[in-house]
């Protein structure tokens, strides 16, 4: 299985300091929407690992959360291709779970559910939280400059962090 793990805010869809709390808020960024449909085409399974704390926070509900990525599935569907397993953290920053980012118990979860080892698996994130977790599952940690891919990059990286322009650049990579 040719398995590829995906954050989502920054990296699929326009991220918000203030959140993504609607349907309507929840904007695809440019080429993101057909690199995973052309990935998908190609043979690659496509997950998503996100955090979600504004669950937690009250921002928004599940139901909103799912309508979401029911639209992602739909736009790319349309595309000729195929979402894979979707996991989120509904937590917040401070509940001390197992799942949020940088802690890497999404990962492990789609790997669990896809029975595939993580060593190797490129993790596309924008944020030091996204990396962190790659590294610590020994998956292969992959920095888009979209959302807060700038700002982290800036910050400075792990020299074994492969680094693309967007989701597009990296599925004309893997491709």
């Known amino acids: ?75 790319v569907a349309a595309q000729g291709g195929e979402v894979g397993h979707i996991v989120y953290c509904p937590h917040g920053p401070d509940e001390g779970c197992a ?5 890497p118990g999404m990962l492990r979860a789609i790997a669990e559910h896809y029975q595939a080892e993580l060593a190797g698996v490129w993790f596309v994130g924008d944020s030091k939280g996204d990396l962190e977790a790659a590294l610590a599952v020994g998956a292969q940690p992959v920095l888009v400059k979209t959302g807060k891919g700038e700002k982290t990059l800036d910050k400075g990286v792990s020299q074994d962090t492969l680094i693309f322009d967007d989701l597009a650049a990296v599925a004309r990579a893997l491709i």
């Open 99 to 103: 799942c949020r980012k940088p802690k």
């Open 1 to 75: 299985m040719k398995l590829l793990i995906l954050d989502r805010d920054g990296v699929i869809n326009h991220d918000s300091d203030a959140y993504i709390k609607s349907l309507e808020e929840w904007i695809p960024i440019a080429g993101s929407v057909e690199a995973i449909a052309q990935l998908s085409k190609a043979g690659w399974t496509v997950a998503v690992a996100t955090n979600q704390s504004g669950i937690a926070r009250g921002y928004y509900s599940l139901e909103t959360l799912e309508a979401m990525h029911a639209r992602l599935r739909a736009l």
